[in-house]
């Protein structure tokens, strides 16, 4: 690192850590969600599916076996000072006590580890205190060797090093309390190493010149041999090999967790995720870690184990911070951490965009590993994995679902596909989806009532979403407080409105399968549900249901509660050139349920012509004597649609607009920031009722229109 950046390597230290902070405090958010053997590979399996998850895996496993090679090499660079033995001899040996130790149980050296680390935080502080009688400000001229790139390239090198301040999550199901537990060793740890690093090499380019040290293997023994004599450097070299001795334990206790944790998935053999009776630990996993380490020792040179483990870590960090993003934007019901990082999602943006700048600065090895990676696990995916397992990630859920318009009745979630089958009624006009989380479940059910007409019967369905890897015969007869609470109040309004109500709480791994099936087996005209919108720690506005939300073969009513409990008057936004007859007969049965009175309002520019005016009061004057309850009209004009709409609903209890939308082309804007029914929807002061026509996959069917 000084052979590329000089006396800045201290600097080097410090850019790599502000990188580091934003997926340290990343990963202790999903670390409190997720405690569970495996880490970061499960965030990346549970998020983007088994193939991800695989690749992911198999580069985490690496990176930290890459790491544990490295203190190795480091170790008999330090013995080297204390014995004459070869340095790869040496490594091998202490590799084996460290695998034997790592079978044997992590408890049986969890207090020699903390030894170790306070006799090396001790002895690199007092080495540093003597550093600065002879500190030099002459060394440390020039600051920048290599300018700005040379920096940037020491700082993406010396990655490796923050490796491990987040590495307690890959064995957090081992971690008692570890909402409390993990966040504060995550933090306390990057705050400790970085101040640790900067320090030391500062002292370090301050004492001795940047081109005796781009040379010297053993740095630290250096120092303390010019500081406070050979004593004082005999024992900094004994403290250094013990230091990385724990390191090299550390690296391998984690990475041996991955093999462990995707044999559970199976995407590895099973027999790698089996625990010795004996011992209660994985020792397959442990023992072919080891081996790996092994390899890499005696065929990769240090800085080319230093690049690799680098990119692999950078590129990991920044994935973790757009784990984080993904799993809160698209608000999945399983994912409550018990901890939540601030400054969301501006940290995040910033660790993604901090890591790309670095990793471009290793280009070639970044690619070249990455590719090996993807490739040998696409191989073992394709090869053994893909047979094995059908889970498809939260992203592989929440986007797009043709597979269910294209279905073959084929299902992974049988028990409660069965469910759907028997205990749910034969025919349900109105099917009431509910997510959790509902405002108002009572409002919802009474829309449905409304809408089932004469035969007041409704279908509400409660849904609670669990981890693909969740066994649902754990959820069989499942139902908390808020479900019972439910259940109750249910049971109550149907007594009061003399209407038929069934409830049926589903626990699945796919709600989208289970909405998409119920609305065929139901054979339902409509789905009753509560807007998403935007909630606390989000940033983009939130279909529940996503790309099926659009695909559904029956029309869709999506509720916004603002709190309004008595419904008076109705406001109904149309367009002045067509008639919507489902929006009209929608806005009816509410006015009709709700003894409300309804007017209709159009929008036009305000510089639209006398012509277009005199158009527009006569389609709307159409509209009133088409429809079958008393109403009114109103035009308005403006410059901005959206604001000109939002400052008329003060005025009204309700507001009730279509929210269809079949285009050829979808905009990414609209998709996660919003259309404009839903920007109306989320500054309207009233309740808003968005009103969604089915969309058919039958061509002869009136309702079909191509994407």
């Not at 049986?108 to 001790?122: C, D, W």
């Not at 890897?469 to 109040?489: H, K, M, P, V």
Request: glycine share 8%; aromatic share 10%; net charge positive.
């Amino acid at each position: 690192a000084i052979s590329l950046t000089g006396p800045s390597l201290w600097l080097s230290y410090l850019i790599a850590a502000i990188c580091v902070f934003p997926a340290a405090l990343s990963k202790a958010e999903l670390a409190t969600a997720m405690p569970t053997s495996g880490g970061t590979y499960v965030y990346i399996e549970r998020t983007f599916g088994p193939l991800i998850g695989m690749i992911g895996g198999l580069g985490l496993w690496l990176a930290l076996l890459l790491k544990s090679a490295f203190a190795l090499i480091g170790i008999g660079a330090y013995l080297a000072v204390l014995t004459a033995w070869p340095l790869k001899v040496i490594a091998m040996v202490i590799l084996a006590a460290i695998v034997s130790l790592n079978i044997a149980g992590i408890g049986k050296v969890g207090g020699a580890v903390v030894v170790i680390v306070a006799m090396s935080l001790f002895g690199l502080s007092a080495v540093g205190i003597l550093g600065f009688r002879e500190f030099s400000f002459a060394e440390m001229t020039p600051l920048f060797s290599d300018g700005l790139h040379g920096l940037l390239a020491a700082s993406g090198l010396v990655f490796v090093s923050y490796a491990g301040v987040t590495k307690v999550a890959a064995v957090a199901e081992e971690v008692k309390k570890p909402e409390r537990n993990l966040p504060r060793g995550i933090i306390i740890s990057l705050i400790v190493v970085t101040l640790v690093y900067c320090f030391m090499s500062f002292i370090l380019v301050g004492n001795i010149s940047s081109q005796e040290l781009s040379n010297d293997i053993k740095p630290i023994y250096t120092l303390a041999l010019k500081v406070g004599g050979s004593n004082i450097a005999y024992f900094v070299a004994i403290i250094a090999v013990l230091t990385m001795a724990a390191m090299a334990n550390s690296g391998l206790l984690a990475a041996s967790r991955f093999p462990f944790a995707m044999s559970r998935d199976s995407l590895f053999p099973s027999f790698v995720g089996i625990i010795n009776h004996r011992f209660k630990t994985p020792v397959y996993s442990i023992a072919i870690s080891g081996c790996v380490v092994a390899g890499i020792v005696y065929f990769v040179q240090a800085e080319g184990i230093a690049k690799f483990a680098s990119a692999f870590i950078l590129l990991i960090y920044m994935i973790e911070n757009i784990i984080l993003i993904i799993l809160r934007e698209t608000r999945v019901q399983w994912y409550q951490p018990r901890f939540k990082t601030p400054f969301y999602p501006f940290l995040q943006i910033f660790g993604i965009v901090s890591g790309a700048v670095l990793l471009s600065g290793m280009a070639t090895v970044f690619v070249g590993s990455i590719t090996i990676v993807t490739v040998v696990g696409t191989i073992i995916y394709l090869t053994y994995a893909r047979s094995r397992t059908s889970r498809r990630g939260v992203v592989g859920i929440r986007m797009n679902r043709s597979d269910l318009i294209k279905t073959d009745g084929t299902d992974d979630d049988a028990a409660i596909m069965n469910t759907v089958h028997s205990a749910l009624p034969k025919d349900a006009k109105v099917f009431v989806a509910l997510f959790g989380g509902e405002r108002s479940p009572e409002v919802l059910i009474e829309m449905g009532l409304a809408l089932s007409g004469e035969d007041k019967f409704v279908e509400v369905v409660h849904l609670t979403e669990v981890p693909e890897q969740t066994d649902l015969r754990n959820f069989y007869g499942y139902e908390n407080a808020s479900i019972r609470s439910l259940r109750r109040r249910l049971w109550a309004m149907q007594q009061e409105k003399s209407a038929s109500i069934h409830f049926d709480p589903l626990v699945a791994h796919d709600i989208y399968k289970i909405v998409h099936e119920i609305s065929n087996r139901l054979d339902s005209q409509w789905l009753v549900k509560e807007w998403g919108g935007r909630t606390t720690g989000a940033f983009t506005l939130h279909k529940q249901m996503g790309w099926l939300e659009d695909h559904l073969n029956c029309n869709i009513i999506t509720f916004r509660d603002a709190g309004v409990r008595y419904i008076r008057k109705i406001l109904v936004l149309v367009n002045v050139d067509s008639i919507d007859d489902l929006l009209l007969d929608t806005a009816g049965h509410f006015a009709d349920i709700f003894g409300a009175r309804l007017t209709f309002m159009a929008y036009l520019n305000r510089n639209a012509s006398e012509v277009e005016k005199e158009s527009a009061k006569s389609h709307m004057l159409a509209l009133t004597k088409i429809c079958k309850i008393p109403s009114t009209y109103k035009i308005i004009t403006g410059t901005d649609y959206i604001k000109s709409i939002i400052q008329e609903t003060d005025e009204y209890d309700l507001l009730i607009m279509n929210a269809s939308k079949f285009k050829k082309r979808r905009s990414i804007q609209r998709h996660y920031f919003g259309s404009v029914q839903d920007k109306i929807t989320s500054g309207a002061a009233c309740s808003v009722v968005k009103v969604r026509e089915a969309k058919t996959t039958d061509p002869k069917s009136p309702n079909f229109k191509e994407d």
